[in-house]
């Protein structure tokens, strides 16, 4: 939901490093970012809504983030 809805700091609260950098690459993963660790591409290949767009960069893939989005991944990164 963390392109619908804003995260507070309650819904982090027990997450580990590694689940934070998992929520920040959801919402990349979303716009189509390419992976390029096996780990990485095998969980978002998994997901049924994942559409990885070939050379897409990250520059463009956060032009298209909405104002949910750009917070959560700042609230996200501030954890980090």
Do not use: C
């Not at 809805?5 to 950098?21: C, H, S």
């Not at 970012?33 to 994942?50: G, L, M, N, P, V």
């Amino acid at each position: 939901h963390s392109d619908t809805e804003l995260l507070t700091e309650e819904d982090l609260q027990g997450k580990d490093q590694q689940q934070l950098q998992m929520g920040i690459n959801e919402i990349y993963a979303r716009h189509g970012r390419e992976f390029h660790t096996q780990e990485k591409i095998d969980y978002f290949s998994a997901q049924d809504w994942y559409n990885p767009i070939s050379g897409k960069t990250d520059e463009e893939i956060v032009a298209e983030f909405n104002e949910f989005e750009k917070a959560n991944v700042e609230l996200l990164s501030q954890y980090l």
